[in-house]
């Protein structure tokens, strides 16, 4: 897999280094009590696509083979598409489309992620049963009710902040969205210059469909190599992980 780097416009707080510490032991523990625990696991997360090349989600920036030393203005109101997506060994789930009925990307919610969650993911998790659930600590992700709902798809098997299995705030190398999928579509949504919103999604549904099973294995069992690293690192960063000069 191509090492695509992540750019965060903050760096770790001193309270996030026992954190991710914390996650990466308990991950691989996890792992070891469950051989399936990696390929039962959905690592789900949202990204930004713009029309003109940026592909971004709060104070992260994605970056796929091209030199991200390079300086682009960005338009004070871009043009984008909003998607979820989850990543499992087997398939990609999605993608979902935070949009209204014009196709304008809208904010998400904590009440439109639980819609996203009952009427999209809901429903393809029938022949799922035992999955985990991996989300990042989005406010929309964590309200109240939106933990409720998950907890009654999911039981216990949750990793996601306000949960038992608590995931490390501001650590998009350890997830695969943010470590591999993003800059993996920045590389090939883009390629043939797409010049609406339109295009940019048939483009990314495209990407998913031609994804093939064995590198979705690889990228999920490098999740676990990551969490592997992290712990080396005593919860430091990746090598892939990069800072805003």
Sequence with gaps: ?????????????????????????RFQRTARNDNEFIHKLIMGDEAHFHL??????????????ENPRQVHASPLHPVKVTTWCG????????PFFFEDENENAVTVTAEKYRDMLVNFVQPQLVNMAGYWWQQDGATA???RATMQLLTAMFQDRIISL?????????????????FWLWGY?????????????????????????????QMLRSVMENSLERARLCEDENGGYLRDIIFRD
């Design 52 to 65: 003109n090349g940026h592909v971004n989600k709060q104070n992260t920036r994605f970056w796929g083979s």
């Design 87 to 94: 990543v499992t060994s087997e398939r990609v789930i999605g």
């Design 1 to 25: 897999m191509y090492p695509y780097k992540v750019q965060l416009v903050q760096s770790l707080k001193p309270a996030d280094f026992q954190k991710r510490l914390n996650y990466a032991v």
């Design 162 to 178: 306000n949960s038992d299995f608590e995931w490390p705030p501001r650590s998009p190398d350890l997830t695969a969205p943010d």
């Design 185 to 213: 579509f920045k590389d090939k949504v883009y390629a043939n210059k797409p010049r609406t919103i339109q295009e940019i999604k048939a483009n990314i549904r495209q990407e998913i469909l031609s994804l093939q099973p």
């Design 141 to 143: 992700h964590t309200a």
